[in-house]
Every structure is written in structure tokens, then in C-alpha cells.
């Protein structure tokens, strides 16, 4: 029993990107169910934008931030680099956008666009570069090819879906 939960964790933790996205997913969930019925118009769409920029955006980047910052040498060796000085640069990078992520949870649709433009740059760049990786050098590794590549990529599509969604209801 204990090495499955052991493994779970470690599931979690590696596949932090999907672990976070999930996890918001489930807040905002709840948050829905327990609001008053009938739901205002646009409420989903609030609950849901809300908690991707709490989670997905912020809890997720802080995480990069730790890894980066005070386990370089981890986090490298995750996605199949060497270590470098560069480790601390991704990471206090990861903490300006986690504390955009953090503040645009709860102001308005100005915030939440900041909060989604500059780590979808950042995510859809590092895709790339992944994909760089794993055509010139053969870089599978779990933290180049496994799921943090596909959230590279998912996790700006839904930032701009949901960022869609609320200009639609608050055009209406």
C-alpha cells in the first residue's frame, strides 16, 4: 500500500502541470455546486477562470519556482538537461507569473488576461522547444515528452477558451 501511495505522489508531483489543472478544476467545481441556484449568467465561467488562475497559473508556476530555484539540479535532470545558472532564471521567472496567477484570481478580466498572455508565451515557447529536443537530440525524458509537454500546450488553450468565455458574458 505504501509504494502505491508512493507512487501517486510521485505521479503528482512530476506531473505537477495536469496535477494543478485538475485540481482547479475540482475547486471550481465545487465552487459551482455550492453557489445559489439558478446560477447569474456568467458564473461558470467565472468559478472555472478563476480557479485556473489560482491553480493552473499560480500554484503550478510557484512549484516551477521551488523546483528551478532550490532543485535545479532535479528539476534538469527531469527533463533531460544538464544543470546550469540558467535553473535559477527559469525559476524566479516562474515567480512573477505565479504571483500575476495569485492576484488575477480575484480581480477583473484585465488582470486574468496578464495572468493567461504571459505563461501561455512562455508554455507554447517552451513546447517548441521540447519538440526542438526531441527531434535533434532524442530527449525523451518524462519532463521533455511526457505529459509536461502536452500541458505546455493545454493549459494556454484553455486559459484562451475560458478568457473567451468571459468577454462573451460580459458583452452580454
Known amino acids: 500500500m505504501s509504494s502505491t501511495i508512493g507512487a501517486v505522489i510521485a505521479f503528482v508531483l512530476s506531473n505537477f502541470t495536469l496535477s494543478f489543472l485538475v485540481l482547479g478544476l475540482v475547486v ?13 449568467p456568467g ?19 510557484f512549484y516551477n ?9 532535479m528539476a534538469a535532470s527531469f527533463i533531460g538537461w544538464a544543470d546550469s ?3 535559477f532564471e527559469v525559476g524566479t521567472a516562474s ?25 501561455a508565451a512562455f508554455l507554447l515557447g517552451a513546447a517548441a522547444g521540447h519538440v526542438y529536443q526531441m527531434v ?14 502536452w500541458t505546455d500546450i ?14 462573451r458574458h460580459a458583452a452580454r
Do not use: D, W
Not at 535533434?136 to 509537454?149: D, Q
Open 65 to 73: 519556482f521551488v523546483m528551478h530555484s532550490f532543485f535545479g539540479r
Open 95 to 119: 515567480l512573477g507569473f505565479a504571483i500575476v496567477g495569485f492576484l488575477a484570481a480575484f480581480r477583473g478580466f484585465e488582470m486574468r488576461l496578464a495572468a493567461v498572455i504571459g505563461p
Open 136 to 149: 535533434t537530440a532524442g530527449n525523451f525524458a518524462p519532463g521533455n515528452a511526457g505529459i509536461i509537454f
Open 85 to 87: 545558472p540558467f535553473q
Open 43 to 61: 458564473l461558470v465561467t467565472e468559478k472555472l477562470l478563476a480557479a485556473y488562475c489560482f491553480f493552473a497559473i499560480g500554484v503550478t508556476f
Open 28 to 40: 471550481a467545481l465545487i465552487a459551482i455546486a455550492r453557489a445559489p441556484r439558478p446560477h447569474p
Open 154 to 167: 493545454l493549459v494556454p488553450v484553455i486559459g484562451f477558451v475560458l478568457l473567451a468565455l468571459a468577454r
